[in-house]
Nanobody, 124 residues
Framework: QVQLVESGGGLVQAGGSLRLECAASGLSFSMHGMGWFRQAPGKEREFVASISASGDTTQYADSVKGRFTISRDNAKNTMYLQMNSLIIEDTAVYFC?????????????????WGKGTLVTVSS
């Protein structure tokens, strides 16, 4: 059974940094593209960033480009999201996701497995 466990969320002041981690088990981690999504209160879940299976290719939402960095360590079955220069609008529950093979992670059916999320709250 595939499991994704996010950690690293918390309360941070605007301008600060956090690093999220997603620990994966039950799958051949190095064979799967992965991504981060977020859902702010009262809003729909949105794409944040994605990374290819090898880690060579990354993609970011315009709203986080230049501030967030996605990475992975296939030896540790772990994906990361380094978040710098946080703003209040980054407040959300952040979800880890496994890309469904054969689909873009941006497609409506592009996620095969979701984590349960970790809350990031940015205060002024």
């Amino acid at each position: 059974q595939v499991q994704l466990v996010e950690s690293g969320g918390g309360l941070v002041q605007a301008g600060g940094s956090l690093r999220l981690e997603c620990a994966a088990s039950g799958l051949s981690f190095s064979m799967h593209g992965m991504g981060w999504f977020r859902q702010a209160p009262g809003k729909e879940r949105e794409f944040v960033a994605s990374i290819s299976a090898s880690g060579d290719t990354t993609q970011y939402a315009d709203s986080v480009k230049g501030r967030f960095t996605i990475s992975r360590d296939n030896a540790k079955n772990t994906m990361y999201l380094q978040m710098n220069s946080l703003i209040i609008e980054d407040t959300a529950v952040y979800f880890c996701a496994v890309r469904r093979i054969g689909f873009s992670i941006l497609q409506s059916n592009g996620v095969a497995v979701w984590g349960k999320g970790t809350l990031v709250t940015v205060s002024s």
